[in-house]
């Protein structure tokens, strides 16, 4: 069975009662499992994320955007976080034996769904983008909700589903597909922040690093050692092993050792067993070899 | 919820109805899933491969031993294999939640059970064995049936459950609790058989080597090339990555290099995520923080 994740974020972070009632939602619906949920009162900001089949998870995500519609003015939401849209963005993501087709057709789906429905204008991002323009997130939401009236008025900012204009109250969504992100840490026997800072422009995507990697060096002064600070956004293009790699021979060319790695947060199995299969040389090994798979 | 793998070893490889009425007595069981099952002409011999939680498992077990008992007399069984009893080994492996303790326990239970229900003589082994003498199974099964019943007149040798003679019929069974083997081997580039097999002599325990490593030495004729051919019997402390690390050592004392490794059949999860951890330093991970796992 095909399971995809969901990660709705929305723009509260501050009215618990609304938050709640939204995971209430969510919970109420058969066949999705909302698997966390967190508020960031400084963002004005609240991540769900759930898991379930396609079907399930239109219904999820229908019921969390009539919610938040009906407690929602991002006229009147403030916040550190960049938003356009009481539903900010709705990403879709391939888990257990899901394809990214399913999650770009299931995104287009609930796009069109959530347009019809709520009147709520959607662009399609990442990999259901319909043009290169919209594959970034950052730059649909370039200039967020205030601005996004006047953006939606010039050319190619028409959204893929709904009104040419912002919903009064709701403004704009981003729906769309993408890889599990996985954050990803190296911790380096070292205190020079120089040495931290070089390797990461040297991985990292945007200086002419690896394609899915973005990195930045940190100093972690209570532990007097730095920190090359990642996330990394194909871990099946751009694999943890062949950062993890890099980054030892990057750090070599200072004389600077490794101390230890970390992964925070969730990651797929499948980016540890590639890593197992790279390290111990695997010929031929295949998932469905792994003694747990066969219990499901 | 605690998962249990149970591998039981029956005495006929050669009657398919037997087998067959075997397997439908396993699947007829509530809570227990057959995974495998394989026969062997030559071994005249098969083995069951099930999983499910004790009580389910002990069910399964006592289901299995009545066909086997009724359809198998030992008097009569020629092979290649091994064997002292028409049900001859039953492994208890813990997998998913399930501690090895648990298994000791269920595997002392469905001794007990089996005794008193089937008058069978039962002697536990590995991590169940109530002696040093006996956690080897090949140490229980030296003389095999034809000389079960002098070697249980000697001192020593009498059964932890049942009748001090073996049963006319049915012989005697081993059961027991141990941990999953993993069937490993390294491919080595070249043809030098006595390089795989100075190799496969340092790195097994009977010469020296790491405690839970059974190995030897084999030619690939058809691909020019040697193999280091493994089980390993405890991936947790003796585990994969260390092996690996140790052979690829050795060879290099040769002059030589590994071309690729191999898992044969099943791994568990684990086995594999501890070789992630290892090459990437990483620290304070945990399984929870595997997505696939939240999902369960």
Redesign the interface.
């Known amino acids: 069975m095909a ?1 995809i ?1 969901c990660i709705p974020n929305v723009s509260e972070g501050r009215r618990p009662e609304v938050v709640e009632a939204i995971a209430a939602a969510i919970r109420a619906v058969p066949g999705v ?1 909302l ?1 966390d949920y967190s508020s960031d009162a400084a963002h004005n900001r609240s991540v769900f994320t759930m ?1 379930g089949d396609a079907a399930a998870l239109e219904a999820a995500v229908l019921a969390l955007y009539e919610r938040a519609i009906a407690a929602i003015d991002v006229r009147s939401h403030t916040g550190e976080h960049p938003r356009m849209g009481a539903v900010d963005v709705v990403p879709f993501v391939p ?2 034996a899901a394809t990214m087709e399913t999650c770009v057709t299931l995104a287009t789906d609930v796009a069109r769904e959530v347009a019809g429905r709520f009147g709520v204008p959607v662009f399609l991002y990442e990999e259901a983008a319909t043009s290169p323009a919209r594959r970034n997130l950052e730059d649909i939401r370039r200039g967020e909700f205030e601005g996004l009236a006047a953006k939606m008025a010039t050319a190619g900012w028409a959204p893929d589903f709904g009104p040419a204009q912002p919903h009064l109250s709701a403004g704009a969504s981003a729906i769309g597909a993408r890889m ?1 992100l996985i954050a990803y840490n190296i ?1 380096l026997a070292t205190d020079r922040l120089d040495v931290a800072r070089k390797i990461a422009a040297a991985i990292r995507a945007s200086s002419g690093g690896f394609r899915y990697v973005k990195a930045a060096g940190f100093a972690l002064k209570g532990r007097g050692i730095v920190q090359v600070s990642m996330n990394l956004t194909n871990y099946e293009k751009t694999p ?2 062949r950062v ?1 790699e890099t980054v030892k021979r990057e750090a070599e060319r200072y004389g600077v050792s ?6 925070v ?5 499948a980016a ?2 590639a ?2 299969e ?8 295949k998932s469905d ?7 499901k």
């Open positions: 399971i994740e499992r698997l898991a888990i257990e599990p911790n943890i092993f993890f490794i101390l230890e790695s970390e992964i947060g969730l990651v797929p199995a540890l067993h890593a197992a790279y390290y111990l040389q695997l010929a031929g090994f070899q792994i003694l747990e798979n066969k219990l």
